[in-house]
């Protein structure tokens, strides 16, 4: 890193998109929508797949039917004419030695002015003959000085209204030549990059974005992965390190028994147990509790939480209650409200969507004392809410982790108490998992269920059983039901390409002519359903792209039973509760991680009703299938999480840089890591916080800020 110039490479990093040539205020906004704001988001947009154009021919050997590349010479400057169907038609000549052919676009008259006379490019496309003539429509192009080889591997980038591959590609071409100049910092410690035998930094961004080979594709994929294992490791060593003292809030022995009344039901053993270690924690603690609860879909956690809410409130404290979406903290609110006001507790429920005077209003009853339980998300609590006497903070979180959110979780109190922490975690995690990540908190886990639970019938079919499927969809509404059906996507995905592609399996390695199934979008899939399928059901749509209060909207229609079917994105994954719901159909099922599935299944059988999950796959090859398989024959989520982690790796329990992208089959970084290389990264962090605890020193400097902004990308995430 001698050649390594800070200054340039920061400001360039952080230069707007805008600042690259080419790129003027309309491209820049299209590259927003991608995620992409500056110079350095778009050196991690990543391609989503290669094409394979090293398949070169001369065209007199052009198989029909067959793509391959071809390098031409342009003959004839590009002409246009308006069809009488309206259409704009372009043609050119071009050659090579062997022959010459007929160029054809179609609504580009634009391509007038990307091709001279004299210009080699290589062609990727299909040839057709009829006669002696040979014609080629609309093939891709890519300019290269004179008849030199471009690379075999062209990327393909995820893209966004108005971008053209081309466009991307020679703007991380440009990015990457500035790299040249002022070096990449390297994230790793030198150590790992050679026990892992990984590439420097500034070659896994070649790699990554301008392969040689396969075996290139693979390895910059595999440094990827570990850098952000590292990462995510060193935001967790370094929370833990900050180990939390502090005087713990003063709770004395405390009578259960009207809580456990209250609650219409026995606790289960389960229940009971992680009650008492609660307890035990909270009532005359030496210190501040720190506290994992985890439990399967349906196990009751609430139950749990609310008896430490009301060990919390009964000794005079103030309680903090933060979910992870505004439709769950809104559900907490609804079944904890009445009865915490039951015991004369004071509840509020604080929203993003919540008038700008009654969040004034909550947080000064808060700072006042004058109020007990704040119910609301993530965001809205740790930010500026000053409580008088806080007790008691419990987070209920995705199966993403906040390590961030738990760094600021409990801070001292203004009278120097430090309040008890309980993170519920929505899903079952593995406990070697939990160890590993979790490994600062005590574990209490909800492994069993209430009696009298259904199971939930899974099937996995494909495509062909559509009509039997709609059938049994109308069925369900006909006799009461309600319906769920899960997309991977919001919107229809851009182009599809075709030919030799080298794509990336649910499992994370390249693999060639890896069959990309179309991606069902829930906004279209409702679309359908409302207008051609089923004209008189009422079908609700609801994604994560909607406001919050929109959501809420639906929600509520669909909990009324003034939405028979609801389409959705997995927005509903976690915690919402409709009895009524008989049927869970997840569209593209083979893209969902196994632990995430059972999570959504657990969203039926909720009531009296007999449910049913049907996951409907195509495609995602023999991996896939086994892992569907699974769904069919086990209903216990540890199971199912321990399976799919062994099979699928720790990926889906990582925030992820992508967003939600990750799951929906984009590049998907972390999905190729695996328990060896998170358990070596987590040594490595430790290790290094160890040695340099404020990551100061020169060598981690760079590791340090790229985990806060990770850190702080997953906060935005989680709003
Ligand atoms: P989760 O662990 O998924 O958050 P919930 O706390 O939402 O589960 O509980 C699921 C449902 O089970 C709720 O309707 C709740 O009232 C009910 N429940 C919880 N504990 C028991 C129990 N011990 N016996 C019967 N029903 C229970
Ligand atoms: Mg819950």
Redesign the pocket.
């Known amino acids: 890193m001698s050649d390594f110039c800070e200054e340039t490479y920061r400001k360039l990093m952080l230069s707007s998109i805008g600042s690259l040539h080419g790129i003027g205020v309309k491209r820049a906004e299209a590259f927003s929508r991608l995620g992409v704001y500056t110079v350095g988001d778009l050196l991690r947009h990543f391609p989503r797949a290669y094409q394979n154009r090293g398949n070169v021919r001369l065209l007199s050997q052009g198989i029909e039917g067959e793509s391959c590349s071809y390098y031409l010479t342009v003959a004839t400057q590009p002409r246009s004419a308006t069809l009488k169907n309206r259409k704009v038609i372009t043609k050119f000549r071009a050659f090579d030695e062997s022959g010459s052919v007929e160029i054809v676009y179609f609504n580009a008259r634009f391509l007038e002015n990307s091709f001279r006379v004299g210009e080699s490019h290589r062609f990727w496309g299909k040839i057709v003959r009829s006669g002696s003539k040979v014609t080629m429509t609309a093939p891709l192009h890519e300019f290269c000085l004179d008849l030199t080889d471009l690379p075999d591997f062209t990327p393909i980038y995820p893209l966004g209204g108005g971008l053209s591959q081309g466009l991307i590609t020679e703007a991380i071409d440009a990015v990457l030549v500035r790299l040249d100049a002022c070096g990449v910092p390297e994230i790793l410690p030198k150590r790992f990059r050679q026990e892992r035998a990984l590439p420097s930094a500034r070659e896994a961004y070649r790699m990554i974005h301008r392969p040689t080979s396969r075996e290139e594709i693979e390895k910059a994929r595999r440094y990827f992965s570990a850098e952000e294992l590292y990462l995510f490791s060193l935001g967790l060593a370094t929370t833990k390190n900050r180990k939390r003292s502090g005087t713990p809030p003063r709770m004395g022995k405390t009578d259960l028994t009207p809580f456990v009344e209250c609650l219409g ?4 053993k389960a ?1 009971q147990r992680s009650i008492r270690e609660i307890y035990h924690d909270m009532i005359d603690a030496d210190c501040p509790m720190s506290r994992l609860l985890s ?9 749990v939480a609310a008896a430490a809410l009301y060990l919390a409130m009964k000794n005079g404290y103030q309680a903090a209650f933060m979910a992870p979406t505004e439709i769950l903290a809104a559900q907490h609110y609804d079944s904890l409200r009445t009865m915490m006001e039951g015991f004369g507790f004071r509840v509020a429920l604080l929203l993003g969507s919540t008038p700008a005077s009654r969040k004034k209003e909550i947080r000064r009853a808060l700072a006042e004392g004058s109020l007990d339980l704040l119910i609301g998300t993530h965001s809205l609590i740790t930010e500026d809410t000053v409580f008088a006497r806080p007790g008691l903070v419990i987070t209920d979180e995705q199966h993403r982790f906040g390590v961030s959110q738990r760094a600021g979780l409990g801070r001292t109190s203004p009278d120097g108490e430090t309040p008890h922490v309980l993170v519920m975690s929505a899903t079952p995690i593995p406990r070697t998992l939990a160890l590993i990540l979790y490994g600062e908190l005590s574990l209490s886990m ?1 492994d069993e269920l ?2 009298g639970r259904k199971r939930v019938d899974t099937f996995v079919v494909d495509e062909r059983y559509r009509a039997r499927l709609n059938a049994f969809i109308a069925k369900q509404v006909a006799e009461g039901g309600q319906v769920y059906v899960v997309c991977p996507t919001v919107e229809a995905k851009e182009e599809e390409m075709e030919g030799d592609l080298i794509a990336f399996t649910p499992d994370g390695r390249a693999e060639m002519n890896f069959e990309r199934p179309k991606l069902a979008s829930a906004v279209e899939l409702s679309r359908r359903l409302a207008e051609e399928v089923f004209p008189n059901l009422s079908i609700g749509l609801i994604h994560g792209k909607m406001k919050g209060s929109e959501k809420e909207a639906v929600m509520q229609r669909f909990a009324a039973a003034e939405i028979d079917v609801l389409v959705s994105t997995t927005v509903i994954e976690v ?1 919402v ?1 409709v009895p009524n719901a008989s049927l869970m159909i997840v569209e593209n099922a083979e893209r969902f991680g196994l632990a995430q599935l059972h999570q959504l299944r ?1 969203r039926v059988g ?1 009531g009296s009703r007999k449910a049913y999950c049907v996951l409907v796959a195509s495609g995602g090859g023999e991996l896939a299938e086994k892992r569907l398989s699974v769904m069919k024959n086990t209903y216990d989520g540890y199971k199912i999480a321990e399976y799919d982690l062994e099979l699928r790796g720790p990926g889906d329990y990582f925030p992820s840089r992508t967003g939600s992208a990750r799951q929906h089959g984009h590049f998907g970084v972390t999905l190729s890591a695996d328990m060896d290389t998170l358990k070596y990264a987590m040594t490595m962090a430790e290790e290094t916080v160890r040695l340099d605890p404020t990551l100061a020193g020169e060598e981690n400097r760079f590791a340090a800020l790229s985990m806060r902004s990770l850190m702080a990308a997953d906060e935005r995430a989680m709003q």
């Open positions: 039901f026995p606790l289960t229940q439990g399967d879909v349906g196990s009751g956690k609430t139950a909800l209430p009696p915690g509760n657990g909720r």
